[in-house]
């Protein structure tokens, strides 16, 4: 794993032991071709971040700000420690829960031009649905009108299952299929 592109182009990234997954070099690269008109001077939000690849790639390309949410300790050590290899000064690590975290920022007005989340993935009937969790946390409102909310799943259960990525306060743009991760695009519903 490593930073694709950019001012730390081709600096190899640790990943936090433990039950991280990290987003694909496939997949991030894909993302951000996607991303790349967007991502000069944006204000970037990466939560779940583990080894913190997002956001640091984010930084890399000329992002203006980033902050790096995850709840573990382990993650944020290696969020950190990998922002200071790539030498990328201006990355915010948060250790937090995200959905928490999610509802504090909207309380406070925050907002931001990419939110970028990469939770466990709902796998089962049982599991957690962080996607779900964090739109009734109030993500919609950490997007800027022009922003992108972006969610990596795995297809098939919770919002990777079809006709569940609908939700209120979001548009759902795009859906891009990574084998069985799917990202998928929202853009914050503008009220007239």
């Known amino acids: 794993m490593r930073i694709i592109s ?7 990234l640790t990943v936090p032991k433990g039950e991280v997954r990290p987003t694909t070099d496939r997949v991030r690269e894909a993302l951000f071709s996607i991303l790349n008109p967007l991502i000069a001077q944006a204000d970037v939000l990466d939560l779940f971040t583990g080894s913190g690849a997002f956001g640091l790639e984010a930084l890399s390309r000329g992002a203006r700000s980033a902050k790096l949410v995850d709840s573990l300790r ?9 922002a200071a290899k790539c030498r990328l000064n201006n990355a915010v690590i948060v250790q937090s829960d995200a959905v928490q975290f999610v509802k504090r920022e909207a309380e406070s007005g925050r907002q931001y031009d990419i939110v970028f989340a990469d939770p466990p993935y709902c796998k089962g009937p049982a599991d957690r ?3 779900v969790e964090m739109v009734e946390a109030g993500i919609s409102r950490l997007v800027k009108p022009d922003g992108l909310f972006i969610a990596e799943v ?7 299952q079809e006709g569940e990525q609908e939700f209120e306060g979001f548009d759902l743009v795009d859906i891009r299929q990574y084998g069985k991760n799917m990202l998928l695009f929202y853009r914050p519903v503008v009220e007239k």
């Open 129 to 131: 649905d962080f996607v």
């Open 6 to 12: 950019g001012l730390a182009k081709g600096i190899p």
């Open 74 to 82: 382990n993650s944020c050590m290696t969020a950190k420690s990998n």
């Open 154 to 160: 795995q297809e098939g259960w919770g919002t990777g």
